[in-house]
């Protein structure tokens, strides 16, 4: 009965349509920040160094370079303050966190671009009709 009651709560806690994202991608998360009555909008541009946990206490966390110091910022998934998280970029990773790039600066940050993946088109060449000199498909 109370694990009924406890999947409820969890489940109407829970966003419908969480963003696709992966270790390694740039993000910009959209943190929805509530200042007295107003209430705006902050970007947080970073790479995605880890993710974890599962369901409602599913977090990740985000990294970036300010004025030469790294900030991390970890937010939850499912959190009513993070209104948005846009992929800028993917990034081709072998490791499930990316603690590695705390250690370095500059260019060595820089992750390989993954590659998109191209449905198969099976292009068949048009061939030309030697008489007419007109291509026939």
Not at 20 to 41: H, S
Not at 93 to 118: C, P
Request: charged share 35%; hydrophobic share 35%.
């Amino acid at each position: 009965m109370t694990m009924d009651l406890m999947k409820k709560a969890v489940a109407s806690s829970m966003k419908a349509k969480t963003p696709n994202f992966d270790v390694g991608d740039t993000v910009d998360v959209a943190v929805r920040i509530i200042e007295g009555e107003k209430e705006r909008i902050q970007v947080f541009n970073g790479i995605v160094i880890a993710r974890k946990g599962s369901g409602i206490r599913e977090t990740f966390t985000v990294r970036r370079i300010v004025a030469g110091e790294g900030v991390e910022r970890v937010f939850p998934l499912h959190s009513p303050h993070v209104s948005d998280v846009k992929v800028v970029r993917t990034a081709h990773t072998r490791r499930a966190k990316l603690y590695f790039l705390r250690q370095r600066t500059g260019k060595a940050t820089v992750l390989r671009e993954k590659k998109k993946k191209t449905g198969k088109t099976t292009k068949q060449p048009a061939t030309v009709d030697r008489k007419s000199e007109t291509a026939v498909k």
